[in-house]
Each structure stands twice: as structure tokens, then as C-alpha cells.
């Protein structure tokens, strides 16, 4: 438990630092985006290929991916829920307040848990992977349907395979599952490159803290409150049930799906709504709240479970 609370100590300090980095401007205006793209095309892809290539796929898919699978749809379907009965929100404002509620930021802020809180980031892979492969497809084929621009089938089904971390996920598991392993002139940098993947996607996430006011617009509140509330309560909640109570999982397991489950909404959501242009306000404020919001629920979780 200690051992948990220092690393989540470690992890606000380093975000600490980059949102007072964001305040001095240190790097200039567009510092966050230069450390986010360095991140999601370099060092997490070579961070998770080596995580995944020393790992054990078969407990880690056989024991993650039905949880995850469960609490991300069910969060959903309650979102989808709410909004037909309560706020009646259009098809596609609704498909973002329900991505903004069950898709969790698995690679910026789950890497960075998962090796401080577990040691190590299997946990984050098969997450990772149904999002990228499964959900986001969904969202961005429901997207297309319901806001007005032609379904491109061709990029729905090369999305995922045209995302580093995807490329970086299937060649850890081809090494994994062949047990082959790379020359010491490739696996070292591989390993370097990891190294700085935490840091990286810390101070960045802290940067991007600054200059930001949930809530601004009050149109858009109930959405928000909704998501938030679905994303940062009971999406841990259901993964705990089923965790725990319905699959029977061993104790670190059922601590690192609730911690997948804990984690915020994921800033793809925000790419995803400016893109069609639907509910961004609504994708930005959940992002923000439940980013906040995850830390107590990952202390209480710690505290709980570790």
C-alpha cells in the first residue's frame, strides 16, 4: 500500500511540474502537443512492445479483456440511456457522451499507473487494444451515420492498423507468443526509448492542465456531470463487480482492472468530437473532470485493493 501511494506521489509531482512548466510557457505555446506526438509515436510504442513482448498473453488477455469489455459497454449503454430518457441529446452528441464515458486514457495516464502502481503496464495492452481496434471503429462508423459525412469504410478499418501503439502491441505479441527474442543492438534502444515514455506523457498531461474552465458552458452541464459521474464511479464500480465478484480473479488482477477502469477519459474523445465537431465542449469538460476526478478514485482503489 505504501509502496502504491509513492508511486501515485511520484506521478502528481511529475504532473505538478509540467502544469507549472505550462504556466511558464516553458517550450513555448505548442510544447504539449510536441511531447504528446514524441510520446504516441515513439517512446509508448516502444515502451508497450517491450512490456508485451516479455509478458505472458495468455493470463493477461484470458483475465483483462471481459472486465474491460463489460465495463466499457455497460458505462456506455447507461450513458446512452440517460440521454434517451432524461437530456435527448441528437445520435451523434450522444455517441461522444458515451465514448466520453467508457473510453478510458489507456496510454497517456494507464502506462504511467500501471508501472507505478503494479510494476509493470500489461494491464494497459489488451485495454489498449479493444479500444483501438473495437471501439473507437464503432464510434467512428456511429459518427459517420449520424453527423453527416459519408462513411469511409476504408479508413474505419485502417484506423487501428495505422496507430503506432497497435503496430507496437502485434509485434510484442508475435515476440511473445514465438518466443523470439531481438538482438541486444535492437532490444537496448527499444528499452531506451520506453524509458522516457512516463515522463513524457506526464509532464505533457500536466501541461495541458493549464488555461482550461470546466463547465463554462451550461448547456452542456447535465452531459458533462453525467459522463463524468458514469466514467469516474461506476465504470471502477462495474469492473470491481465483475472483477471480483463474477470472474473470481486473483487479488492483483482485480486491482489492475479496477485501476483500467479508473483511469480518464481519454483526450481521443476531444480529437474525435472536433473532428465531426459534435459536442466538444461536452468531450473537453469530461476530459478535464474526470482527469481530476481519478485521483481520488486511484487513491481509494490503493488503499482498497493494493
Do not use: C
Not at 432524461?86 to 497517456?108: C, D, H, K, L, Q
Not at 495492452?125 to 481496434?133: D, H, Y
Not at 492542465?209 to 466514467?231: M, Q, Y
Not at 486473483?250 to 477502469?261: E, I, K, T
Amino acid at each position: 500500500m505504501i509502496g502504491v501511494l509513492a508511486g501515485f506521489t511520484v506521478i502528481g509531482i511529475v504532473i505538478l511540474v509540467g502544469y507549472i512548466a505550462g504556466r511558464l510557457q516553458i517550450g513555448g505555446p505548442t510544447a504539449p502537443q510536441a511531447l504528446t506526438g514524441t510520446a504516441f509515436f515513439l517512446t509508448n510504442p516502444a515502451l508497450l512492445l517491450t512490456v508485451v513482448a516479455e509478458a505472458d498473453m495468455t493470463d493477461i488477455f484470458s483475465a483483462y479483456v471481459p472486465v474491460a469489455v463489460i465495463s466499457a459497454l455497460g458505462t456506455a449503454a447507461l450513458y446512452i440511456l440517460a440521454s434517451r430518457l432524461f437530456f435527448r441529446r441528437p445520435a451523434a452528441e450522444t455517441a461522444i457522451g458515451a465514448m466520453s464515458s467508457s473510453y478510458v486514457n489507456a496510454n497517456n495516464i494507464g502506462i504511467p499507473i500501471a508501472v507505478y502502481a503494479l510494476g509493470n503496464a500489461t494491464p494497459v495492452v489488451p485495454v489498449l487494444l479493444l479500444q483501438l481496434l473495437v471501439l473507437a471503429p464503432t464510434y467512428l462508423a456511429l459518427l459517420d451515420l449520424t453527423s453527416g459525412h459519408p462513411p469511409s469504410v476504408r479508413r474505419i478499418i485502417s484506423q487501428p492498423v495505422r496507430n503506432p501503439m497497435i503496430i507496437a502491441s502485434f509485434v510484442g505479441v508475435a515476440l511473445s507468443w514465438s518466443g523470439l527474442t531481438l538482438p541486444a543492438v535492437l532490444w537496448e534502444p527499444l528499452l531506451l526509448l520506453g524509458g522516457a515514455a512516463v515522463p513524457l506523457v506526464l509532464l505533457a498531461f500536466g501541461m495541458s492542465l493549464h488555461g482550461n474552465s470546466p463547465l463554462s458552458e451550461r448547456v452542456n452541464r447535465v452531459d458533462v456531470i453525467t459522463a463524468t459521474v458514469l466514467k469516474s464511479v461506476v465504470m471502477p464500480a462495474i469492473a470491481f463487480v465483475f472483477a471480483a465478484l463474477v470472474f473470481h480473479l486473483d487479488d492483483q488482477l482485480v486491482f489492475g482492472a479496477v485501476l483500467m477502469a479508473s483511469l480518464p477519459t481519454a483526450q481521443n474523445v476531444f480529437m474525435f468530437a472536433s473532428r465531426y465537431d459534435k459536442a466538444t465542449a461536452t468531450a473537453r469538460d469530461v476530459v478535464l473532470l474526470s482527469s481530476a476526478g481519478a485521483v481520488p478514485v486511484l487513491l481509494l482503489a490503493a488503499a482498497l485493493l493494493a
